[in-house]
């Protein structure tokens, strides 16, 4: 008998869900069916901010697949399908489109719901010209509204990675670039120095910064946003970006009576099984494990929502997949300045128990005499009594960033910071000085924890 598989939610959880199940199972032992209440699937909402930069020339580029691609693989893409409920004992879902209510019965279901962004409730939330930028719609409406309007005062609201973006972004416009927020420096999941340098870095941009301000309310006139009001006062905006991060999208689940994690994630377990018989969730919605505190988080990633996804399909296409967990390893940028960490922060590593230490090393990106060579700050954080690694941060130029990914494989094995000096990175002039900025920070790591002793 054929098995139907419903997915709920288009994009990079619930799409790779799919199309892996259907790699091992044709059509005729497993029809899918896959409702999106938007009308873009399987897209990367990280390139959203760049999008709307001019980064990227059209959104048709930032979309993987389209539905009649997934079509031709047998999988039914519904959009502007919006699931209402889901009746885990009857077997079926219940779904709103534009012309209809019905009902679709599963045999297996795929929650893949994403996150909700947060939305401030306070007054004037509702005006014309306060846009998020979660969606692939949101960032098209974000751009036609620049077009219509040529806006030349900009706020945005929420220091965060996307806070960071759109502010570069809204400068690419040519916009005056306001950014609040209520936390004393932007990039709160860093270390409040290396935070300091981002907020540098704002400023040097041309971004005032109006840090440890907690919003109000917004003013309008005609329905139009004209203003934010802080707890420190008014600063007028023609156009405002809200950036204030998102939440597990998990109230069907929980509707639904399926467990739900203290992060308010869906709680799954290493195969990506929710409590309910035949139910799987992937992405944004869930709740995972965080491999170096060994707690619950809810991280908000395409990379984890895709490997999710992807276990979620070849368990459901008769394999064998686990999700073993995550580091929390996150990149980002500000024009010329690249900003990453991966693991805990001092104050995390603290909250979880750990006696942590941590060094800050200065290097430049290529050999000092390399033409090209940029700065770069690295920070390492690690166990005062074995030196185990626990987190490191990174803000520098062209270059810096992607130097975290050696920290992060680092830290998903268990390294020591003594250990990590013998790392065989490699060298060239053009691509780094003799020794790389992670190998000094791992050796002064190594040197600090020798002086404990």
Known sequence: MTTRLVVIGGDAGGMSAASQARRRRPASDLQIVAFERGQHVSYSACGIPYLVAGDVAFPDALVARHPAEFARLEIDVRLSSFVTSIDVDQRFVSVRSDSSEYREPFDQLVIATGGVPARPDVPGADSAG???????????????????????????????????????????????????????????????????????????????????????????????????????????????????????????????????????????????????????????????????????????????????????????????????????????????????????????ATDAGFAAFSVVTESTTRAGYFPGARRIKTKIIAERTSGRLLGAQIVGEEGAAKRIDALAVALWNGMTVEEMTSLDLSYAPPFAPVWDPVLIAARKAAEALDSFS
Not at 226 to 247: K, Q, S
Not at 310 to 332: D, L, M
């Open 130 to 348: 306060i846009h998020g930028v979660q969606t692939l719609e949101d960032g098209i409406r974000l751009l036609g509204y620049l077009d219509r309007h040529s806006p030349r005062r900009a706020v945005v609201v929420g220091g965060g990675y996307i806070g960071l973006e759109m502010a570069e972004a809204m400068l690419r416009h040519g916009l005056e670039v306001v950014l609040v927020d209520a936390a004393d420096q932007p990039m709160r999941t860093l270390d409040p120095d290396m935070g300091g340098l981002v907020a540098d870095a704002l400023r040097a941009e041309g971004v005032t910064l109006r840090l440890g301000e907690r919003l109000e309310g917004f003013a309008s006139r005609a329905g139009r946003v004209t203003a934010v009001h802080t707890d420190a006062g008014e600063i007028p905006a023609d156009l405002v970006i809200l950036g204030l991060g998102t939440r597990p999208n998990s109230d069907l689940a929980r509707s639904a009576g399926i467990e739900i994690g203290a992060t308010g994630g869906i709680r799954t377990d290493r195969r990506m099984r929710t409590s309910a018989d035949g139910v799987w969730a992937a992405g944004d919605c869930v709740e995972t494990f965080h491999r170096v505190s060994q707690r619950p988080v809810a991280i908000a990633l395409g990379t984890h929502a895709n490997k999710q996804g992807r276990a979620v399909g070849i368990n459901i296409g008769g394999g064998y997949a686990t999700f073993p967990g995550v580091v929390g390893t996150a990149v980002s940028k500000l024009c010329n300045t690249e900003v990453a960490r991966t693991g805990l922060s001092t104050a995390e």
